[in-house]
């Protein structure tokens, strides 16, 4: 590493004359910066304590051309109902998931096959045009993301979707029976009685709102018979597997290293539906669930089902769970409405961000299994620290040396502070400084994470910010403002802050992972679809009845049928394979005034089904540029009156 820079007589002047007009963090970053400047910027230097600010030195978000960034990022897509791609540390956004939502790119929700994922109403439209995403986690094994799945929640309507990561699509979407308002999930990171399954099998999903069950019109006036529900889903078949009820409500989840507990923080304890109520109560509460007794219990046939939903339910109601040997859940007690709860990376502890406190509470696990086992009387013993932080925490990530960053909405900082530290403070030892450094984020920030933060192989290099408000960071837009992410260099003492990235509103949540985690497919495999017209002289019209099959290959330039003919009214379904075998030959194919437009990846087969109700002559093109003759790349639908 070269400290040229350190002797650059130019450089310290600017630096001395700026340092009257900056707060400390910034000073600091600059000195930082200084003294880790590498002069090649490569990715992966700020490991080593690099920060942007000094003169003549890259900036480790500054990916050059033909470099690759070190870290991928899975967003939330927020309103868009889909799932965001980001190469870090540059914040470049290289691919959008559609998930619940149609996506017009790709031909989600135009597609047979996306419609079969999202589900369609009788005219065979997709189910639902909005959704909410929030928060999206990876499958895991041995403490570590493997690469396989990730999960994302859509709150309106109360829907799971799974991502593939080998092709970077949605592939299942399950709907939660009984419950609204699906908030936290939180794939499992081990099972907890089968040693040899090191890794998820189950994600867990919390019910936000309490509603009547089953919501069939029953009880609607009466909100003291409102329920929540937690939610079990198998992370292969996406069944649900079981559900919990409870009092109060579920928030966000986290789990456990060795899958025995899970956990969700709860901010209305009250059971309250106006939300002066549900702040009426001092203290709320985190709730453990104990996963080896729910599924004992589903087992020994202790559960109800509601409505039509054939899905056990078991009881972790307060009343239902006193006794703590046989108790299914445990409701610790979390000072006025928290907000977030996250698992620290070496396995030990819970922490619940107290939003309407300014504190924050970790919860050590083996004493919450402690308490089942019978061994500790008292629950909230639990607590191991509950220290204060700043005013509105929400949610926290760890760098995997023992400290915590906590964002702090209303003061509009990052604090992070020190988990061992604050234990002492909280024992007694009240020369404890557990706040180790604070930082300015612009403005509001809400979810945060660090690189690998949420896995044992948490590395401390970047930290992300979600934002909620950018104000007067970006150029102004009209009155509706992106989010600001903002990243963070945390790999020294003191926090560097290195990027404003906007992002299209509301992304909530992320996870930044290592790139060597995932192995993505450039090429399909024809095998992948059942329905593969794997040789273009296969292609044709079939006719049965008014019901017709247009088979079509595409390979650059053409399509392997210059024309097709069908009649008015026929029902036609159009399955199409790109046989093209290179990285990155995409086409596409648009149908004018049919209102079909999808993309054909290579070895990739995809049909639509639509009515032949317009008669003449329409040009299906190539919509995605793939060779020098793109523009010629055509078929004619003849539709006869
Ligand atoms: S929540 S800003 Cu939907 Cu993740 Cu905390
Ligand atoms: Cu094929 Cu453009
Ligand atoms: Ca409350």
């Given at each position: 590493?070269?400290?040229?820079?350190?002797?650059?007589?130019?450089?310290?002047?600017?630096?001395?004359?700026?340092?009257?007009?900056?707060?400390?963090?910034?000073?600091?970053?600059?000195?930082?910066?200084?003294?880790?400047?590498?002069?090649?910027?490569?990715?992966?230097?700020?490991?080593e304590?690099?920060?942007?600010?000094?003169?003549?030195?890259?900036?480790?978000?500054?990916i050059?051309?033909?470099?690759?960034?070190?870290?991928?990022?899975?967003?939330?897509?927020?309103?868009?109902?889909?799932?965001r791609?980001?190469?870090?540390?540059?914040?470049?956004?290289?691919?959008?998931?559609?998930?619940?939502?149609?996506?017009a790119?790709?031909?989600?929700?135009?597609?047979?096959?996306?419609?079969?994922?999202?589900?369609?109403?009788?005219?065979?439209?997709?189910?639902?045009?909005?959704?909410?995403?929030?928060?999206?986690h990876?499958?895991?094994?041995?403490?570590?993301y493997?690469?396989?799945?990730?999960?994302?929640?859509?709150?309106?309507?109360?829907?799971?979707?799974?991502?593939?990561?080998?092709?970077?699509?949605?592939?299942?979407?399950?709907?939660?029976?009984?419950?609204?308002?699906?908030?936290?999930?939180?794939?499992?990171?081990?099972?907890?009685?089968?040693p040899?399954?090191?890794?998820?099998?189950?994600?867990?999903?919390?019910?936000?709102?309490?509603?009547?069950?089953?919501?069939?019109?029953?009880?609607?006036?009466?909100?003291?018979?409102?329920?929540?529900?937690?939610?079990?889903?198998?992370?292969?078949?996406?069944?649900?597997?079981?559900?919990?009820?409870?009092?109060?409500?579920?928030?966000?989840?986290?789990?456990?290293?060795?899958?025995?507990?899970?956990?969700?923080?709860?901010?209305?304890?009250?059971?309250?539906?106006?939300?002066?109520d549900?702040?009426?109560?001092?203290?709320?509460?985190?709730?453990?669930?104990?996963?080896?007794?729910?599924?004992?219990?589903?087992?020994?046939?202790?559960?109800?089902?509601?409505?039509?939903?054939?899905?056990?339910?078991?009881?972790?109601?307060?009343?239902?769970?006193k006794?703590?040997?046989?108790?299914?859940?445990?409701?610790?007690?979390?000072?006025?409405?928290?907000?977030?709860?996250?698992?620290?990376?070496?396995?030990k502890?819970?922490?619940?961000?107290?939003?309407?406190?300014?504190?924050?509470?970790?919860?050590?696990?083996?004493?919450?299994?402690?308490?089942f086992?019978g061994?500790?009387?008292?629950?909230?013993?639990?607590?191991?620290?509950?220290?204060?932080?700043?005013?509105?925490?929400?949610?926290?990530?760890?760098?995997?040396r023992?400290?915590?960053?906590?964002?702090?909405?209303?003061?509009?900082?990052?604090?992070?502070?020190?988990?061992?530290k604050?234990?002492?403070?909280?024992?007694?030892?009240?020369?404890?400084?557990?706040?180790?450094?604070?930082?300015?984020?612009?403005?509001?920030?809400?979810?945060?994470?660090?690189?690998?933060?949420?896995?044992?192989?948490?590395?401390?290099?970047?930290l992300?910010?979600?934002?909620?408000?950018?104000?007067?960071?970006?150029?102004?837009?009209?009155?509706?403002?992106?989010?600001?992410?903002?990243?963070?260099?945390?790999?020294?003492?003191?926090?560097?802050?290195?990027?404003?990235?906007?992002?299209?509103?509301?992304p909530?949540?992320?996870?930044?992972?290592?790139?060597?985690i995932?192995t993505?497919?450039?090429?399909?495999?024809?095998?992948?679809?059942?329905?593969?017209?794997?040789?273009?002289?296969?292609?044709?019209?079939?006719?049965?009845?008014?019901?017709?099959?247009?088979?079509?290959?595409?390979?650059?330039?053409?399509?392997s049928?210059?024309?097709?003919?069908?009649?008015?009214?026929?029902?036609?379904?159009?399955?199409?394979?790109?046989?093209?075998?290179?990285?990155?030959?995409?086409?596409?194919?648009?149908?004018?005034?049919?209102?079909?437009?999808?993309?054909?990846?290579?070895?990739?087969?995809?049909?639509?089904?639509?009515v032949?109700?317009?008669?003449?002559?329409?040009?299906?093109?190539?919509?995605?540029?793939?060779?020098?003759?793109?523009?010629?790349?055509?078929?004619?639908?003849?539709?006869?009156?």
């Amino acid at each position: 590493m070269s400290d040229d820079h350190k002797e650059d007589p130019g450089l310290s002047s600017t630096g001395l004359s700026r340092r009257k007009f900056i707060n400390t963090t910034a000073l600091v970053g600059l000195t930082l910066g200084v003294a880790a400047c590498d002069k090649t910027g490569a990715p992966g230097a700020a490991g080593e304590g690099t920060a942007a600010g000094a003169e003549g030195c890259a900036s480790p978000t500054e990916i050059k051309p033909g470099e690759l960034d070190t870290y991928y990022g899975l967003w939330s897509g927020g309103h868009n109902g889909d799932m965001r791609v980001l190469g870090l540390p540059s914040g470049r956004e290289i691919h959008r998931i559609p998930c619940f939502v149609p996506d017009a790119l790709v031909g989600w929700g135009i597609t047979n096959e996306s419609k079969a994922v999202m589900g369609t109403k009788p005219d065979g439209t997709p189910l639902y045009q909005v959704a909410d995403t929030h928060h999206t986690h990876a499958s895991y094994k041995d403490g570590n993301y493997d690469g396989r799945y990730a999960w994302i929640n859509d709150k309106i309507n109360s829907r799971i979707a799974r991502i593939r990561l080998d092709y970077f699509v949605c592939d299942k979407i399950t709907d939660l029976p009984n419950v609204q308002g699906f908030h936290g999930i939180f794939p499992d990171k081990a099972d907890p009685v089968d040693p040899n399954k090191n890794y998820t099998t189950r994600v867990f999903c919390g019910g936000e709102f309490a509603i009547p069950l089953p919501n069939d019109g029953h009880d609607v006036n009466a909100p003291e018979k409102y329920r929540s529900l937690f939610s079990c889903v198998d992370a292969e078949s996406m069944e649900v597997r079981w559900q919990v009820l409870i009092d109060g409500n579920c928030d966000l989840v986290a789990t456990s290293y060795d899958g025995k507990l899970a956990a969700t923080n709860q901010y209305n304890t009250e059971n309250a539906v106006h939300y002066e109520d549900m702040m009426s109560a001092e203290r709320d509460a985190c709730l453990f669930f104990n996963v080896a007794r729910i599924e004992q219990a589903v087992k020994d046939g202790k559960f109800k089902t509601y409505g039509t939903s054939s899905v056990p339910v078991v009881d972790g109601t307060r009343d239902g769970n006193k006794d703590p040997k046989t108790a299914l859940v445990a409701y610790v007690s979390v000072p006025k409405n928290p907000h977030g709860v996250n698992a620290s990376p070496d396995g030990k502890y819970f922490i619940c961000a107290g939003k309407l406190s300014p504190t924050t509470t970790t919860i050590e696990l083996s004493k919450v299994l402690d308490w089942f086992e019978g061994k500790m009387d008292k629950l909230d013993d639990a607590i191991v620290a509950e220290v204060e932080v700043g005013l509105g925490p929400l949610h926290t990530a760890f760098d995997g040396r023992g400290n915590a960053y906590t964002t702090l909405f209303l003061d509009s900082q990052v604090v992070k502070w020190n988990i061992e530290k604050a234990i002492a403070f909280h024992k007694g030892d009240k020369s404890a400084k557990y706040v180790v450094d604070r930082i300015d984020v612009h403005y509001q920030p809400g979810h945060i994470n660090a690189s690998q933060s949420e896995t044992k192989a948490a590395d401390g290099k970047y930290l992300a910010v979600g934002c909620k408000f950018s104000k007067d960071r970006f150029l102004p837009v009209g009155p509706l403002h992106p989010e600001n992410e903002q990243l963070i260099d945390i790999s020294g003492d003191k926090m560097v802050l290195l990027a404003d990235h906007p992002v299209r509103g509301e992304p909530h949540d992320f996870i930044i992972f290592k790139r060597d985690i995932v192995t993505p497919k450039q090429v399909y495999n024809l095998d992948d679809s059942p329905i593969a017209v794997k040789d273009a002289k296969d292609s044709g019209v079939f006719r049965d009845g008014n019901k017709v099959t247009v088979k079509l290959t595409s390979q650059a330039p053409a399509f392997s049928l210059r024309e097709f003919t069908v009649k008015k009214g026929d029902v036609v379904t159009l399955i199409l394979t790109n046989l093209d075998k290179v990285e990155d030959l995409t086409h596409g194919f648009a149908l004018p005034k049919y209102n079909i437009q999808f993309v054909i990846n290579p070895q990739e087969t995809k049909s639509v089904t639509f009515v032949a109700d317009k008669p003449g002559v329409f040009w299906a093109y190539c919509s995605t540029f793939c060779h020098a003759l793109h523009l010629e790349m055509r078929t004619r639908m003849i539709v006869e009156a």
